[in-house]
Nanobody
Framework: QVQLMESGGGSVQAGGSLRLSCLASGDTDRIYRMGWFRQATGKEREGVAI????????YYVDSVKGRFTISRDNAKNTMYLQMNSLKPEDAAMYYC???????????????????WGQGTQVTVSP
């Protein structure tokens, strides 16, 4: 079992920055990869950034490349998403997710993750 808790959301103007945090607890040694997903009202949940914990590989959706950075502090069992140059289209509920053990399939698919946080809201005004 793994528990995930996000924090750091808020309201910013376009061009601003936020840093999201995801604190993991429980069986964290078994986590294979973690990710940030977002879901805007009326839209499907989409992957934003992924990190494979065993080798540090990171992946970003095209729309956030160069603006967002995913990282993980293993000592603190915390994953971060640094979001710079925010745009109104980045506004959404942001969720962190964790997968225990390797699994095939796309790391962008929400179905390949075992645990989810409750989400933190990000609002970006024009």
């Amino acid at each position: 079992q793994v528990q995930l808790m996000e924090s750091g959301g808020g309201s910013v103007q376009a061009g601003g920055s936020l840093r999201l945090s995801c604190l993991a607890s429980g069986d964290t040694d078994r986590i294979y990869r973690m990710g940030w997903f977002r879901q805007a009202t009326g839209k499907e949940r989409e992957g934003v950034a992924i990190i494979v914990t065993t080798r540090g590989a990171t992946y970003y959706v095209d729309s956030v490349k160069g603006r967002f950075t995913i990282s993980r502090d293993n000592a603190k069992n915390t994953m971060y998403l640094q979001m710079n140059s925010l745009k109104p289209e980045d506004a959404a509920m942001y969720y962190c997710a964790a997968r225990l053990g390797y699994i095939g399939g796309s790391h962008w698919s929400p179905a390949t993750y075992d645990y989810w946080g409750q989400g933190t809201q990000v609002t970006v005004s024009p």
